[in-house]
Each structure stands twice: as C-alpha cells, then as structure tokens.
C-alpha cells in the first residue's frame, strides 16, 4: 500500500515547499527595489509537480480500470461455470430470499424450479434438509445447506438417480443371489479364529435357525464323525485353516449328537484393517437329514471330562493356606452373587471382586483355597489376571484358578489351561460340576457332599427342556442352589441389569464401539442362561458372535430385534411372579 502512494506524498510535498518558498519571496521582497521577486523558479516547480501527479493519477487509472475488468471477467468465468454445473446450487441472503441460482437447481427442482425468481422465499422443504435424499418429480435428489459466516445460506441439489438405480441393481442381484441358494438349500457361515462355527443363518424360508444352532460354538473337530474315509477330507481343511488360506471345497458328516448330515463346506479368510486374521466366512449346503454310508463315529462333543477322585490321603493342590476360602472374579452382579450362595451353601469361605485387577491384589495379599476366575472382565480379563498371579513372587503365584466362562468349548478350555489355568466351566454354573472341581482342588467336607447328595436326592433325573421363553427346569434348581429369597431378588437383578444394556447397546453401535457390543451382549448371554431366558439367550450369543467378529450390519440387525425379545422375556417373568416396577422398566 504505501509502495503505491509514496511518489504521490514525495511530489506533493515538493509542490507544497515551492509554493511556501514563493510565498516567503514574495513577503520578503522590497517593494522599493527595481529587481522582481525571484518566485519564478518555485512556481515552474510547482507547475512541473503537478504534472507528475496528473500523470501518476492517469497511470493509477488505467491500472485500475484493468483490475476491475479482470475482476469482472472472472466473476462472469465463475458464474458461467457454475451455471453450467451439473450440480444444482443457489445462494440465498440472510433472511433467506434468492440472490442467485444456476439453471440446473432451477431444473433440478421441477415444477418449482420453473417459477424461481429473484427475490423469492427458500422453499421450507429445502430449508430444513440437509444430507438427505429426496424423490422429485421421478429423481432421486440429494440435498444439502450450508450457512456462511455472513449468515448466508448456500443451497446445493445434486442427482443421484444413476446411483439409485445402481444400488437397485446391486440389491436385485443380490436378492437373485440368495434365491439361487434357496434353492440349492444353502446357508452361510462365519468361524471366529479358534475356526468355531461362530454364526450359521440359513436361507431357506423352509429352515428354522434353531435346525443350525447346533453348529454354533463348535469346532469342526468337535462335529465332524470320524472314520477312514472322512479323515483326509477332514485333514485337508484343518490344514487349510491353519494356513489362513481359502478353504478347498469339502464334503463332510457332521453329527449333531442325534444323526449325521453331509455338509458340502467352503470358505475364505476374514481379516480386519490391520491385517489381523479373524477367523472364515463361507457358503454351504447341507441335507436336513440323513444317514451316512457307513457307521459313523458319534464325534467328541464340547463336554468337559471327569476329574479325577482325590487321593486316599486326601492330598489336595491347593495352598497350605485356608483350604475352604474361595475368591470369586466376576463382573456380573447377578452371577457374582449367585456363586458366592452357592459356595456358601457348599461350606465354603467366599471374597468377591469385581475385575482381573482386584483378583491379582487379593490373591497376592491372602491365601485362597481356589480362585473362580470369570474371563470376560472390564479393565483386566481373566486371561492376563491369571498371567498376573502366575507371575507374583511368593507361593500364591500356584494358587488354582478354575476360568468361569459362558464359551464352553474344547479349544475355549485349551485356550484357558494355557494361560496359566488348571480348569475350566461353564456357565450357567453347573452346581455338581463346580463341586467336583472344587473338590478336587480345594478339598470336599462332609457338609458338601451332604449338600451334593441331598441335591441329587430332590432333583428330577432329566428335566424336560422348556418350549417357552423361560426354562423353569432352570429356575426351580436355582432355588434349590440358592433359596428362594435370594432367587427372586436374583432375577429382579438380572432384569434390570438387562434393561440397562438395551439402552446401552444401540449407543455403542451408533458410536462404532463395536467391542462394547461384544462385552455387553456376552454378558447378557451369561446371565440370561443363568435364569433360564432361552431366547434372550440364544439371540444374545448371535448378537456376541456378530459383534466379535466385526460385523456391525448384522449385529445391528440383531440388536433391533433385542427389545421385542426381551418383552416376550418379561411377560414370561411376569406370569411366574416376577416384575420390575414401572418406574425400573425401561424396555
């Protein structure tokens, strides 16, 4: 700027001191004296001042003039183009009257388009959109806004119809996909990194999901019946998970512990962003019935063998500490607290925390017969809780450490004993079970075993399962584990700490918190088939297996169906007696 006006303030300054030296002449000059007054110089200085100035202001014109006729023709290059964007686009004044549109926003929106003029009133429709998709007048329009710092609003419309009609296409043949394996009898398959069936949906609309959910929770290992002539099949598959390579296609017998059915199985590997494996996704068919060409061996299912009896002398592996003190490490109130009855009622000693952080402090400042160690934990799970306590430096470091998990399978029980763990249960609790384990490792008592056979005594020799939402089966050997009060206290619990996840759920979906999906519906899948909730229950191990394996479509698919399953869960509590009150339901 000042580069710009310096001559004009060096030249008007000398024009300003020619015409004061003239002037102090002119004051100064004799009147008397024949000579004139010697002005005529300052006054051509003067003169020659003024010119330059004039010349200066000429050129600064000029220039001027070019600026502006260069500034004009790139407003008018800029608004030629965006007349002829393909994109729709309208500038409206802070009160939100047209100032300016190009011809396609006029096109784009119809009729409407048509009699837009200057002046007038944003249409309220496009007002209060914004990152929306609008059918208008056949087309499918996307429409935003934006508001300037002036408080303008800029109005964007752009045609999507072509991508529309993509989509369609997209959804059409993926519809003809799913009809095409309708009709071979086909269903679709995940595994998770231990290659467990982790999640089996058919679609035949003639298949019920529960003639697959046998699958689910299995390694191939665990199902397939075993012989001479499905061993190199069978080996060829595990040889190609254990790869992570795509699965070759395989005809198998896989026995659901009633009959065997052949499976034709394929797959490829799954891996998340940064290159982790995580487990198969593939496409089979398999027949509903049948019986294999040969006498197929029944295979091993995920049942966990007997231990073995105590020796004579009564020796046990547990600490020389107090043999009939038990730590339970569970983050579930209603479990958490269910264990620690049934514990006591079995005569023993029972502490309870609440996370693998807790288990590691109190296992290091007490001696404990047993720990009961959940493995799913916020802040440090059972896992790296027991690596912890098999590193401490005294001999608490050998204490048992029976894992407490509602994943009940072989490879979940490998995976446990080798972390550090000496066995493995499931849950819901099995009551003699955890007596037997125990036993074994802490040590029985009279009192125990009079508990155990008056248990055996009271109960049926095999429950019939229920058809319903709710197993009483389930419920009525709760109340023989742990007492009726507490029981009903129990499930109240348990039916709030459920409400409480519903609303948690969706939340952590719609902020991608994929793992707090897992976390939760594992959680809600443990307590629900701790009180017998056998939809709730099964839906929530398909919600867990979903979530785990990374797939947030079909978890969100699964959590829109939770609340109408958990009304169904309640009205069932209800009719036994249970209900929250009104203020606690917040299904």
């Known amino acids: 700027m000042y580069r710009r006006f310096w001559p004009y303030l060096v030249v008007s300054a000398i024009a300003f001191l020619s015409l004061l030296t003239a002037t102090v002449e002119i004051v100064l000059w004799d009147k008397a004296s024949d ?16 010119a330059i100035l004039i010349g200066l202001a000429i050129r600064d014109l000029g220039q001027l003039q070019t600026a502006l006729a260069r500034a004009k023709g790139s407003r008018d290059r800029l608004r030629d183009g965006l007349h002829h964007l393909n994109d729709g686009m309208a500038l409206y004044s802070p ?40 059918r208008v007048d056949g087309r499918w329009l996307w429409i935003d806004r934006a508001e300037l710092i002036s408080g303008a609003v800029v109005s964007i419309v752009r045609d999507i119809t072509d991508r529309k009609q993509a989509e369609a296409r997209l959804a059409d043949a993926d519809e003809r996909y799913q009809h095409f394996l309708s009709a071979a009898g086909g269903w679709i398959w995940e595994s998770d990194v231990l290659h467990r069936f ?38 060829s598959c595990l040889q190609d998970m254990a790869m992570q390579r795509r699965l070759r296609e395989a005809t198998l017998w896989l026995h659901d512990g009633r009959q065997a059915r052949s499976v034709r199985l394929t797959g490829v590997p799954r891996f998340d962003p940064a290159g982790n494996f995580l487990g198969y996704r593939g496409i089979g068919t398999y027949a509903t019935a049948g019986i294999p060409p040969h006498e197929a061996a029944k295979p091993r299912m995920s049942q966990p063998a007997p231990l073995p009896r105590r020796e004579a002398d009564g020796a046990t592996h547990s600490l020389n500490g107090d043999v009939r003190r038990v730590l339970v490490a569970e983050d579930g109130l209603t479990n958490r607290t269910l264990a620690e009855s049934i514990l006591k009622r079995m005569g023993y000693r029972v502490d309870v925390v609440e996370n693998g952080h807790e288990a590691v402090a109190a296992v290091g400042g007490n001696r404990y017969a047993a720990v009961l160690m959940d493995i799913w934990m916020p802040e440090m799970d059972g896992l790296e809780a027991t ?31 080798e972390a550090g763990m000496n066995e493995h249960i499931g849950k819901p609790i099995d009551r003699r079970r955890l007596a037997e384990v125990l036993e074994h490792f802490a040590g029985g008592s009279a009192e125990a075993d009079a508990l155990d056979r008056e248990a055996a005594d009271d109960a049926p020799a095999e429950p019939e399962p229920s058809a319903g939402p709710v197993d009483d089966a389930v419920i009525a050997e709760l109340r023989d584990d742990a007492g009726d009060a507490l029981v009903d206290e129990l499930i109240l619990t348990f039916m709030r700490e459920t409400n409480e996840r519903l609303t948690r759920i969706p939340e952590a979906l719609a902020s ?62 209800a009719e036994r007696g249970y209900a929250l009150k009104p203020e606690e339901d917040g299904s």
């Open 35 to 50: 000579a004139p007054p010697p002005v005529v110089p300052w006054f051509l200085v003067t003169l020659a001042s003024a």
């Open 95 to 134: 009160d939100l009257h047209l100032e300016w549109c190009n011809d396609a926003y006029r096109a784009l929106l119809g009729a409407e388009g048509e009699t837009l003029q200057q002046g007038d009133e944003i249409p309220e429709w496009l007002d209060r959109t914004a990152w929306e998709t609008r």
């Open 198 to 235: 982790s999640v089996v949906i058919p679609v035949r609309p003639e298949i019920e999901a529960t003639d697959l959910q046998w699958m689910v929770g299995h390694h191939l290992s665990e199902l397939v019946s075993r012989n001479d002539e499905t061993n190199i099949t069978f080996e």
């Open 387 to 417: 690596a912890a306590i098999r590193a401490l430096p005294g001999p608490e470091r050998d204490v048992p450490i029976i894992a407490m998990t509602a994943h009940a399978g072989r490879e979940d029980r490998q995976r446990c004993l």
């Open 512 to 573: 991608d918190r994929i793992d707090d999906v897992a976390a939760d519906a594992h959680a809600m899948k443990s307590s629900s088939g701790t009180f017998g909730a056998l939809l709730l229950e099964r839906l929530a191990a398909d919600l867990e297996a979903a979530a785990m394996g990374g797939d947030a479509g079909r978890a969100g698919a699964l959590a829109e169906r939770l609340p109408a399953i958990v009304e169904t869960t309640w009205q069932a509590f």
